[in-house]
């Protein structure tokens, strides 16, 4: 049978499926939850578990000028398994060999009902509690260590300050490469220096990718700024995906499982820091940054001439765009006086508005960043092309894991993670 009859038959759906080794298939969760997601009924889409508050969402954003930047759904389908899905358009099933990248949205992960409800019941977890001290042994309070565990909130209030959540508006989840090879370990990668070796190694090789990235999240935050959705919902947990091969790229906002309508009579920036109850989400700021970002790859690939030496990337101490949310994690909640003392496909086409410039950042002092320069293009451009890309190169970006046998194209897609 096909490689697509196959994967329809398998049980366990996770997207980014590695290898392909004796008629199995060993699965590696990106981001995600596993068991969340099932091959589609029909080939280009894949079905994910519902979600109410997501399915409300995509209905609202699928009448909206957003759309095109949203993968298509299509309605609610039943499994064989009895459990309803949400079917969704596949968003890699045109890529061949793809490199994909997800990043996090916004200055915070949670739901300010969630914060209310740990204050009600406040439930510990000492599954988070080892998670945070493998991060950082100091982190826990007095009281944590004695009770070996903390709130959800806690720990996702800390996590977001240790990433770039916190200050630049996103933070890398997960990036895999063409190879196969992938990884997760982004949990502290914080710095703008940091990050933009992390975002150089992903586009290692794809020079091109860079100024379609560009383009599509101007077109993206303009989109934003006129849509009637974006001006009444908050939007949390959200993802943009990030895709390209050696002759494609697009950039796709997913993952709308925390997407709710904001309560009678708020409204929000999406830039302006966050605090109890402002219910703003740093969804712009962070879009903010990483066009920002990405620009700043392609102004010193231009100036290099797209080298294979090592480039050097200046960027400023002081970053304007970020220190809008600088306040964030001072007014980010106390969550500790809760813990007894005992446990208990094709882009659409970019609006030429698009073309605007951004503002120009303020640059007082500035460091330096030794970084890989992309080489140039392979000489095979076609999409379907069974080369693999160059290997990663050794950067501060965290270390992807060798991949032990040839993947196997097959339609995945990406979720959420909490």
Request: aromatic content about 8%; proline content about 9%; glycine content about 4%.
């Given at each position: 049978?096909?490689?697509w009859?196959?994967?329809?038959?398998?049980?366990?759906?996770?997207?980014?499926?590695?290898?392909?080794?004796?008629?199995?298939?060993?699965?590696?969760?990106?981001?995600?939850h596993?068991?969340n997601?099932?091959?589609?009924?029909?080939?280009?889409?894949?079905?994910?578990?519902?979600?109410?508050?997501?399915?409300?969402?995509?209905?609202?954003?699928?009448?909206?000028?957003?759309?095109?930047?949203?993968?298509?759904?299509?309605?609610?389908?039943?499994?064989?398994?009895?459990?309803?899905?949400?079917?969704?358009?596949?968003?890699?099933?045109?890529?061949?060999?793809?490199?994909?990248?997800?990043?996090?949205?916004?200055?915070?992960?949670?739901?300010?009902?969630?914060?209310?409800?740990?204050?009600e019941?406040?439930?510990?977890?000492?599954?988070?509690?080892?998670k945070?001290?493998?991060?950082?042994?100091?982190?826990?309070?007095?009281?944590?260590?004695?009770?070996?565990?903390?709130?959800?909130?806690?720990?996702?209030?800390?996590?977001?300050t240790?990433?770039?959540?916190?200050?630049?508006?996103?933070?890398?989840?997960?990036?895999?490469?063409?190879?196969?090879?992938?990884?997760?370990?982004?949990?502290?990668t914080?710095?703008?220096?940091?990050?933009?070796?992390?975002?150089?190694?992903?586009?290692?090789?794809?020079?091109?990718?860079?100024?379609?990235?560009?383009?599509?999240?101007?077109?993206?935050?303009?989109?934003?700024?006129?849509?009637?959705?974006?001006k009444?919902?908050?939007?949390?947990?959200?993802?943009l995906?990030?895709?390209?091969?050696?002759?494609?790229?697009?950039?796709?906002?997913?993952?709308?499982?925390?997407?709710?309508?904001?309560?009678?009579?708020?409204?929000?920036?999406?830039?302006?820091?966050?605090?109890?109850?402002?219910?703003?989400?740093?969804?712009?700021?962070?879009?903010?940054?990483?066009?920002?970002?990405?620009?700043?790859?392609e102004?010193?690939?231009?100036?290099?001439?797209?080298?294979?030496?090592?480039?050097?990337?200046?960027?400023?101490?002081?970053?304007?765009?970020?220190?809008?949310?600088?306040?964030?994690t001072?007014?980010?909640?106390?969550?500790?006086?809760?813990?007894?003392?005992?446990?208990?496909?094709?882009?659409?086409?970019?609006?030429?508005?698009?073309?605007?410039?951004?503002?120009?950042?303020?640059?007082?002092?500035?460091?330096?960043?030794?970084?890989?320069?992309?080489?140039?293009?392979?000489?095979?451009?076609?999409?379907?092309?069974?080369?693999?890309?160059?290997?990663?190169?050794?950067?501060?970006?965290?270390?992807?894991?060798?991949?032990?046998?040839?993947?196997?194209?097959?339609?995945?897609?990406n979720?959420?993670?909490?």
């Amino acid at each position: 049978p096909s490689n697509w009859r196959k994967v329809r038959n398998i049980v366990q759906w996770t997207p980014f499926i590695q290898t392909y080794k004796k008629h199995k298939y060993p699965w590696v969760q990106l981001a995600g939850h596993q068991g969340n997601f099932r091959a589609g009924y029909k080939q280009g889409t894949i079905l994910k578990k519902l979600c109410p508050a997501e399915e409300k969402a995509l209905e609202g954003i699928m009448v909206d000028i957003l759309r095109p930047y949203v993968p298509r759904y299509t309605g609610v389908v039943e499994g064989a398994d009895g459990e309803k899905y949400l079917q969704l358009e596949d968003l890699l099933s045109s890529f061949a060999l793809p490199c994909v990248m997800d990043i996090k949205m916004g200055v915070r992960t949670y739901l300010e009902d969630e914060l209310a409800k740990a204050r009600e019941k406040p439930k510990l977890r000492k599954d988070m509690y080892e998670k945070m001290t493998q991060i950082d042994a100091k982190a826990p309070t007095e009281a944590e260590h004695k009770a070996k565990a903390v709130t959800k909130p806690r720990y996702m209030v800390w996590r977001e300050t240790i990433s770039s959540t916190a200050t630049q508006g996103f933070r890398i989840e997960g990036v895999r490469r063409g190879d196969g090879t992938s990884s997760k370990d982004f949990k502290t990668t914080r710095t703008r220096e940091q990050i933009l070796s992390c975002l150089s190694s992903f586009v290692q090789g794809y020079p091109h990718s860079i100024t379609r990235y560009i383009q599509q999240l101007k077109s993206i935050k303009v989109t934003l700024e006129a849509s009637s959705f974006f001006k009444t919902h908050e939007l949390i947990g959200s993802s943009l995906l990030f895709v390209h091969n050696d002759s494609s790229a697009l950039v796709r906002m997913i993952d709308f499982a925390k997407t709710i309508p904001l309560p009678e009579n708020v409204t929000i920036t999406h830039r302006s820091p966050w605090s109890e109850g402002t219910h703003e989400d740093g969804y712009l700021l962070g879009l903010d940054n990483l066009v920002d970002l990405f620009t700043v790859l392609e102004e010193t690939m231009n100036a290099n001439g797209a080298t294979t030496s090592p480039i050097n990337i200046t960027t400023s101490t002081t970053t304007p765009i970020s220190d809008a949310t600088a306040t964030t994690t001072q007014s980010l909640p106390n969550m500790t006086s809760s813990i007894p003392t005992t446990p208990s496909p094709s882009s659409p086409a970019i609006p030429t508005t698009t073309s605007q410039s951004l503002p120009s950042a303020t640059t007082t002092t500035t460091t330096t960043t030794t970084i890989s320069s992309p080489p140039p293009v392979p000489a095979t451009t076609s999409s379907s092309s069974t080369s693999p890309p160059p290997p990663v190169p050794a950067t501060t970006c965290p270390p992807v894991p060798a991949s032990t046998s040839p993947p196997l194209q097959v339609p995945v897609y990406n979720p959420s993670f909490s």
